[in-house]
């Protein structure tokens, strides 16, 4: 059955077979132990050149306990170790080898250029020596002597390297480095100092990449992860900053930088977060009070009273005069932001200042050309201008475009009272208050009617019918309508104030 079965699927599963084949021997053989050991150790051979790396280090974890002085097996599992990419537990294995049988010239020489890449320089110099000492064949002794010469000229560089490092000459020191890391890949001492070079030349990005990387080749490098935590905060990532000092706090829950530093971080998070909730939730007062915080909490570090700046500008788009300065404030250490433009062109068409907020949106164009928000914006701000030149609601009631409807019907009682034309006996008088006090009602009217009032505030004038699609008038729905009261000459009805 076996034999008809393995014939039948053998070309569709080659590797299955291979597995299982190997299993029933193990299961059903005669064998003795030294056949067993025999066993694993071929079958982990076969797997290998497969590619099949788990399954062959399975067979080699078998062999080695069924044999602990066999040095093949050792070998065959450093080989699988180093296909699979894990030098740190191939080394062992390789020791372990050279242990057993300190001839075996190959894995000397494979144990040298593990050590050469982690920068351990004397001690794979030692293992290149005792190859040329050992009448190796050609290849291996061609290599030995180009990896000694290597090596001797490494270093030579971290001799240099430390030398121009501690003369503040940076970025001779970082070219070094990057010649020794070229060789020393796994060199976390290297990688440290080459991080520490970017921090003095202000590469902060090269920095953290190095120090990534020395975090994860050596595995409580606390220090590593303070740093990186550090940069982080310093750049303004409060976030990323958090997820780094959490990494040392767990390999070291007392280190004391990282406790100090976490606590600090922890805090001005906790601060922003809130904010961004209070602003979801469009309690923009609230919000103001936490970045405000932010501000008090780390006032050394500009980028985040810069961001809690921005926000504010957000925030305080109502209040416009103090969103003005604000918003001017950031933008004048970044004047390229785009939102923070957006927010203070609506300060200023808020303010009326709208030639000040069409320059905003074109600014903000120039780098976000997509963005639909400014396209809007910028076509509402030219709408408004224009109508500015003409009729303006606001204006004629005294009025912000902020006010709410019981300060409109305030000042429309004031304007009324005031510009009423009963108050005036003189004709070119009278007849001026006539027009202003239709003007004021209109006001009234328009701004007092939240569909009408929108329609003004987008630069369309509900009373005009050159601004109506199709030509349409929306006549106001005062006592006026369908008869003009001043006709006769003589206004000789009561106004009823609303």
Known sequence: WLYSTRWKYCNMHKSWLLTFWMTFSLVSGVCGKDGSLENHLEMGKKLLAAGQLADALSHFHAAIDGDPKNYMAYYRRATV??????????????SKVIELKPDFTSARLQRGNLLLKQGRLDEAESDFKKVLNSNPSDKDEKEAQSRLKKSDEIQRWVTQS??????????????????????????????????????Q?????????????????????????????????????????????????????DHEQCYSHYKQVKKLNKHIQSAEELIQQQRYGDAVSKYESVI?????????????KERICHCLAQDVSRAITVCSEVLQSDPQNVNVLKDRAEAY??????????????????????????????????????????????????????????????????????????????????????KKFIDIVQAKE??????MRQKFDNGEDP??????????HQNFHSGFQGFNPFSSGQFNFKFNYQ
């Open 81 to 94: 170790y180093l296909a699979m990419g894990k030098s740190k537990s191939a080394l062992p294995d390789l």
């Open 162 to 199: 430390r030398a121009n490092f501690d003369r503040k000459d940076y970025i001779t020191a970082a070219a070094q480095l990057d010649l020794i890391i070229e060789t020393c890949v796994w060199d976390v001492s290297s990688r440290e100092l080459r991080a520490e070079c970017f921090i």
């Open 201 to 253: 030349m202000g590469e902060m990005g090269k920095a953290i990449s190095d120090l990534t990387a020395a975090s994860k080749l050596k595995s409580d490098n606390t220090q590593a992860f303070y740093k990186l935590s550090t940069i982080y905060y310093h750049l303004g990532d409060h976030e990323m900053s958090l997820n780094e000092v959490r990494e040392c706090l767990k390999l070291d829950p």
């Open 296 to 308: 008090k909490t780390e006032p050394n570090v500009p980028q985040y009273s810069h961001h809690a």
């Open 349 to 434: 068409l808020l303010d009326e200042q709208y030639e000040e907020a069409i320059k905003d949106y074109e600014t903000a164009r120039e780098h976000s050309e997509n963005d639909r928000q400014i396209k809007e914006g910028l076509e509402k701000a030219q709408r408004l201008l224009k109508q500015s030149q003409k009729r303006d609601y606001y204006k004629i009631l005294g009025i912000k475009r902020t006010a709410q409807k019981k300060e409109i019907v305030k000042a429309y009682r004031k304007q009324a009272q005031q510009w009423h034309p009963d108050n005036f006996q003189d004709p070119v008088e009278k007849k001026k208050a006539e």
């Open 446 to 451: 328009v701004l007092t009617d939240p569909e």
């Open 463 to 472: 009373m005009d019918p050159e601004s109506q699609q199709g030509g349409h």
